[in-house]
């Protein structure tokens, strides 16, 4: 409940950048990582992890060895997490913005990921940093890894996110509130200046 209210208040002040009422339900976050190779995958990245209902999913789910990225720019959703998931080997909570990103992974020694589960706002975004987001995706996510997107406006940015990947599926999750869902995105189209 105070998840909810810390959330709700954020949504007042900062509206689109935040761009929701409440933190996801369990069952979005469920959704958001089915297909992640919980057995195989080495390193996994969240974007904009908020009060940390999917970074629960993560925590729980990864191999002792995968290496877990969780970035976050509200300070006060930071401190959320650090509380709520102490630390432990293979898991770095980051407060800063996805446009660090490069050299956040840089400074770890990360070069590639599995999966890359995002709770931003993308569809806000200023354009130029729409497309330096799916160019570092490209950059970072293995050939075969996919981005995973939570939306809160089912199957409508279906064809913003065709616009930069060769293949997107939409999974609906009704027992959200609002009904919800995630965006499954894999092999970044080049982006040309
Ligand atoms: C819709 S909320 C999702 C929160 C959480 N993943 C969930 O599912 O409940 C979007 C989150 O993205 C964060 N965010 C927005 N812009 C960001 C940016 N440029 N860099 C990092 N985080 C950002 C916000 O602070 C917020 O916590």
């Known amino acids: 409940m105070n998840d909810s209210f810390l959330f709700l208040g954020k949504f007042l002040r900062h509206g689109t950048a935040i761009a929701s009422l409440a933190p996801s339900s369990p069952w979005l976050s469920r959704t958001t990582v089915r297909n992640i190779d919980w057995d195989h995958a080495r390193v996994l990245i969240e974007l904009g992890a908020g009060t940390g209902p999917i970074t629960h999913e993560l925590v729980e789910r990864a191999h002792p060895d995968c290496r877990l990225v ?20 293979n898991l770095d909570i980051i407060e800063g913005d996805v446009r660090d990103l490069p050299a956040m992974l840089q400074e ?20 130029d940093l729409q497309r330096d987001l799916f160019r570092m995706v490209g950059q970072v996510l293995k050939p ?20 930069y990947f060769d293949e997107v599926k939409f999974t609906f999750e009704p027992r959200n509130i609002p009904p919800a869902g995630a965006y499954f995105c894999r092999g970044v189209k080049p982006i040309v200046d």
């Open 70 to 89: 969780v970035l976050e720019r509200d300070a006060d959703f930071v401190k959320v997490l650090r509380e709520r998931f102490p630390p432990r080997p």
């Open 108 to 127: 770890r020694g990360i070069e590639k990921a599995d999966t890359i589960v995002s709770g931003l706002p993308v569809p806000s975004f200023p354009k």
């Open 144 to 163: 075969s890894g996919t981005f995973n997107q939570i939306t809160e406006m089912p199957w409508v940015y279906l064809r913003f996110y065709r616009r």
